[in-house]
T-cell receptor, first 114, second 118 residues
Framework: AQSVAQPEDQVNVAEGNPLTVKCTYS??????LFWYVQYPNRGLQFLLK??????LVKGSYGFEAEFNKSQTSFHLKKPSALVSDSALYFC????????????FGIGTKLQVIP | DAGVIQSPRHEVTEMGQEVTLRCKPI?????LFWYRQTMMRGLELLIY????????DSGMPEDRFSAKMPNASFSTLKIQPSEPRDSAVYFC????????????????FGPGTRLTVL
């Protein structure tokens, strides 16, 4: 079975500071990994994904994430947080081995403080 | 493309009534997913289709829930009879696995339907 853990319910960061939202995963094979963002009263919006290749993945709005196979992690990062980044962030995983379901984490609320 | 379209955006109904949620996936996408989001349970996969065929409905909570996909551009999720505990936001998402398609493997979500059962 595949699973995702987002250990922090909420992350607070000051505007202009770097931010990290943590994610670890478990799959039996090689993973597809995703980050999504959800603004209030909106659907989930795709940010970035890792399928294969370079471990550092760059996505929308200046976000990036690093795939670390040994630590089974895929943390989301941004060098300088904006107040407008405040939202709910979901990490998701899918087993490359053919299992079609994507498993989502519980979500981490990011609060950027002006 | 307009993205995944869901209707209605909001639905308020009384316990015992039938509710039908609708979804139009992105054109050319061959996978369609129905999710439910609540504060208590987070995002739950209810059912997914591949080429209009239901593949896995193990997430459907009860027999009161049913989903259909009569063609590649339309799907419905029906709750009959509805109960207050069904109150949630229901999302539809679609995806393609076509090798030459842009955005391959990525699920794109609709805006959701906020269901309130009184």
């Amino acid at each position: 079975a595949q699973s995702v853990a987002q250990p922090e319910d909420q992350v607070n960061v000051a505007e202009g500071n770097p931010l990290t939202v943590k994610c670890t995963y478990s799959v039996s094979g090689n993973p597809y990994l995703f980050w999504y963002v959800q603004y209030p009263n909106r659907g989930l919006q795709f940010l970035l994904k890792y399928i294969t290749g370079d471990n550092l993945v760059k996505g929308s709005y200046g976000f990036e994430a690093e795939f670390n196979k040994s630590q089974t992690s895929f943390h989301l990062k941004k060098p300088s947080a904006l107040v407008s980044d405040s939202a709910l962030y979901f990490c998701a995983v899918r087993d490359l081995g053919g299992y079609q379901k994507v498993t989502f984490g519980i979500g981490t609320k990011l609060q950027v403080i002006p | 493309d307009a993205g995944v379209i869901q209707s209605p955006r909001h639905e308020v109904t009384e316990m015992g009534q039938e509710v039908t949620l609708r979804c139009k996936p992105i054109s050319g996408h061959d996978y369609l997913f129905w999710y439910r989001q609540t504060m208590m349970r987070g995002l739950e996969l209810l059912i997914y289709f591949n080429n209009n065929v239901p593949i896995d409905d193990s997430g459907m909570p009860e027999d009161r829930f049913s989903a259909k996909m009569p063609n590649a551009s339309f799907s419905t999720l029906k709750i009959q009879p509805s109960e207050p505990r069904d109150s949630a936001v229901y999302f539809c998402a679609s995806r393609t696995e076509t090798r030459l398609a842009g955005g391959r493997h990525t699920q794109y979500f609709g805006p959701g339907t906020r269901l309130t059962v009184l």
